[in-house]
Nanobody
Framework: VQLQASGGGSVQAGGSLRPSCAAS????????IGWFRQAPGKEREWISC????????YYEESVKGRFTISKANAGNTVYLQMNMLKPEDTAVYYC????????????????????WGQGTQVTVSS
């Protein structure tokens, strides 16, 4: 199983980016895919995830209304559309997969994520 995050970059405040997470060696129907971020000197924090079954999406409060997670099953890819970016969104963004062979309702705990991508840097300047 491999998760490859890409699509980060540098933008000015108010701009948009769309990181993607390409999954190989797994079926998205068996994994909740989440996005996390880690800013310098801070702990890695969960920001969003998408269900392995009905496509339900969940967001951390600070990104709700600005970020949208989606998946393309055919391409085994999960996207994170990030709009209205703020300097405080600056971090390394990671995607991760949590194995659930049956439909999972709700937000998995961080420890339930089995697989992690390598991260992609997002920098937002004011």
């Amino acid at each position: 199983v491999q998760l490859q995050a890409s699509g980060g970059g540098s933008v000015q405040a108010g701009g948009s980016l769309r990181p993607s997470c390409a999954a190989s060696g797994l079926l998205l129907g068996h994994y909740v895919i989440g996005w996390f971020r880690q800013a310098p000197g801070k702990e890695r924090e969960w920001i969003s995830c998408i269900s392995n079954s009905d496509g339900a999406t969940y967001y951390e409060e600070s990104v709700k209304g600005r970020f949208t997670i989606s998946k393309a099953n055919a391409g085994n890819t999960v996207y994170l559309q990030m709009n209205m970016l703020k300097p405080e969104d600056t971090a390394v963004y990671y995607c991760a997969g949590a194995t659930f062979l049956t439909p999972r309702v709700g937000i998995p705990e961080k420890w339930e994520y089995d697989y992690w991508g390598q991260g992609t840097q997002v920098t937002v300047s004011s």
